[in-house]
């Protein structure tokens, strides 16, 4: 969640404030709660800010790249769109 990108590997929770973030390495693991601004982003349907431990998670670009959607249906409108 911190790079914003598929990472090919199992992932492991990092719990904050109730809600699970997911990490790949130890750096992940102190900056998830210490750092707000990686556990937010920006549903590129609608433009609205999500938190990523209840957004829907899918790869949308060439290189890995995932975005962060509010719901299923901003999801699936973006990829109308695409």
């Known amino acids: 969640m ?4 598929y990472m090919g590997k199992k992932q492991f929770d990092v719990k904050f404030q109730g809600k699970t973030y997911y990490g790949c ?3 992940c ?5 210490k750092d ?6 920006t549903d590129p349907y609608s433009h609205k800010q ?4 209840v957004a829907v998670i899918a790869v949308t670009g060439n290189n890995g790249e ?5 719901s ?3 999801y ?3 990829l109308k769109k695409q």
Do not use: L, T
């Open 76 to 78: 699936d409108n973006y």
């Open 2 to 5: 911190v790079n914003d990108a």
């Open 66 to 70: 995932v975005s962060y959607f509010e």
């Open 50 to 53: 999500v938190d990523k431990a």
């Open 36 to 41: 707000a601004s990686v556990r937010v982003a």
């Open 72 to 74: 299923k249906d901003n």
């Open 29 to 33: 693991k102190e900056r998830i709660p």
């Open 25 to 27: 390495c130890e750096m």
